[in-house]
């Protein structure tokens, strides 16, 4: 439905995306991951045909986002990070006016508002005057004037930053109920997001994609070793000593009071050496289990460590 291909884009010296590709498919919902300045806006903005790439292109349901720009804003539905709002005018009033602009035919506009008012339940609050609104409502509005031509595609844009956290529970859920009609691209740079809104993670970084996977093939493909946690009451001084000399451990971290984090190879059965090592000891076992690999861990694996992607030192020019 959208694929990517060799898109770059440079705001004058600066290369704010080198190369990227990527496939979206017909009612998936992606999350564009990657910490601030990676270049995710940027190649949402190209996606929505509002500014021109540098280099490479990319084609939505078929067309060219260069040659057809008019079809594919018919196919699209946008929400900018801050949301396109007149906050003097009312919900309703407004959502009439985005259906215009979207050259619903007029027959047809009270229905799509209604429609719209619905999906994003804020039936509630049309006659309300925008700005008067609290932030979860305008991103609501926000969101409603990007489906107002009913898009096949939605893109977002950090849909929940500036929200507190109610609001951005209630976000989060009804971009899960429009996932189940939509095929969704939306970004952020926080992870508990994206690990509860998609089903796969493109996770981009200054500008280049650093993983492209399903939540599960990322959390696998990055798993080299495991993790042990082990709390005692009573281990010992020499203790983290005693455990580094276990066969396939990796490394022993001492944490808080009597606690450890034991990294060994995958699948060492490491657990029942530990488990012996500390009844033998007497060090009071308290509890010792294995520590799942997070995608946070991953996300800062590949962003912020060697092995990652290539860096390239780019000057400040702002
Ligand atoms: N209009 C612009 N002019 C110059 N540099 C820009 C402009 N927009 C973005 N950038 C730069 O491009 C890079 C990517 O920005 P952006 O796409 O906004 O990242 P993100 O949305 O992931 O935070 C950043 O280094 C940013 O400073
Ligand atoms: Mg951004």
């Known amino acids: 439905m959208i694929e990517v291909e060799n898109l770059s884009k440079s705001y004058g010296p600066r290369q704010a995306i080198k190369n990227i590709c990527f496939q979206v498919n017909k009612g998936e919902v992606v999350g564009f991951l990657g910490p601030n300045g990676a270049g995710k806006t940027t190649t949402m903005n190209i996606l929505c ?3 021109p790439a540098s280099q490479g292109t990319a084609r939505i349901c078929g067309h060219d986002i260069f040659e057809r720009s008019l079809q594919i804003r018919k196919i699209i ?8 709002l007149y906050a003097e005018m009312t919900v309703a009033g407004f959502l009439a006016f985005a259906a215009r602009i979207r050259l619903v035919p007029a027959n047809k506009t009270a229905a799509a508002v209604d429609r719209v008012l619905e999906k994003c339940r804020i039936q509630d609050v049309r006659h309300r005057i925008i700005g008067r609104l609290s932030k979860g409502y305008q991103q609501r509005v926000g969101l409603a004037q990007a489906m107002i031509h009913d898009p096949q595609i939605l893109i977002l844009d950090e849909p929940t930053t500036g929200l ?4 951005i529970i209630e976000i989060r859920k ?3 109920d429009l996932a189940s009609s939509h095929t969704i691209i939306l970004s952020s740079h926080i992870l508990p997001e994206v690990t509860q809104i998609c089903q796969r993670v493109i996770i981009i970084n200054e500008g280049e994609i650093a993983a492209m996977d399903s939540l599960d093939g990322l959390t696998s493909a990055m798993r080299k070793s495991e993790r042990l946690h082990l709390k005692t009451r009573n281990a010992p001084p020499g203790a983290a000593e005693r455990l580094r000399q276990l066969r396939r451990v990796i490394s022993v971290r001492p944490e808080d009071r009597g606690q450890f984090l034991i990294e060994c190879e995958l699948d060492s059965g490491l657990q029942d050496e530990v488990a012996r090592l500390a009844l033998e000891d007497r060090w009071g ?9 997070t995608l946070e861990d991953i996300f800062l694996k590949l962003t912020t460590e060697e092995g990652g992607p290539h860096h390239e030192t780019i000057p400040d020019h702002r």
């Open 164 to 167: 507190d956290p109610i609001q």
């Open 49 to 51: 045909c509002l500014i």
């Open 285 to 293: 076992i308290v509890e010792l289990k294995p520590v799942a690999l």
């Open 174 to 176: 009804l971009i899960k």
């Open 77 to 84: 539905g946008f929400l900018p990070e801050t949301p396109p």
